[in-house]
């Protein structure tokens, strides 16, 4: 093989993992709709309880029970300013996030925190319906 041959499958093989690089991260983007989901309300803690229980001024505490339906999924958001705690009580919840996939079932003793540093979505990817209860802080109003 000759030096040109040689340059030319370099920049053949440098332009493939550039195209395999932008479909990973093209990969890495989630829903931008829910679907198959339903919410119930399961408690509420008014903006005016939790001002004068811990001076945390224009939020509230709600806690729901949130059921993805098998195929369904929750669209990508952050929680810049929402925090919250997720635990799967039924079924699994695979959470996928730019780094990538972590499924969530209901026999795992952990959960889902939902931090400041956090952009993820869900997928119900079973062949049941999967259901978590969410307790989170959300700004009022």
């Known amino acids: 093989m000759n030096c040109k041959s040689a340059q030319h499958g370099l920049v053949a093989l440098a332009g493939g993992l550039g195209i395999a ?4 991260l093209a990969a890495a983007k989630g829903p931008t709709e829910h679907k198959g989901l339903s919410v119930e309300a399961l408690g509420k803690i008014e903006a005016g309880m939790i001002e004068r229980q811990v001076g945390l001024e224009g939020y509230m505490m709600q806690l729901r029970a949130i059921t993805i339906e098998p195929g369904g999924q929750i669209a990508q958001h952050d929680h810049a300013n929402r925090p919250g705690l997720v635990k799967v009580i039924s079924g699994e919840w695979v959470e996928g996030s730019p780094e990538g996939e972590v499924t969530y079932s ?12 956090t952009d993820h979505w869900f997928y119900n990817r079973g062949d049941t319906p999967a259901t978590a209860i969410v307790c989170d802080l959300n700004p009022a109003g």
Do not use: L, T
């Not at 690089?21 to 990973?24: E, N, T, V």
């Not at 026999?107 to 400041?116: F, H, K, S």
């Open 21 to 24: 690089a932008g479909m990973a």
């Open 106 to 117: 209901a026999d795992r003793n952990d959960g889902i925190r939902e931090d400041a540093e």
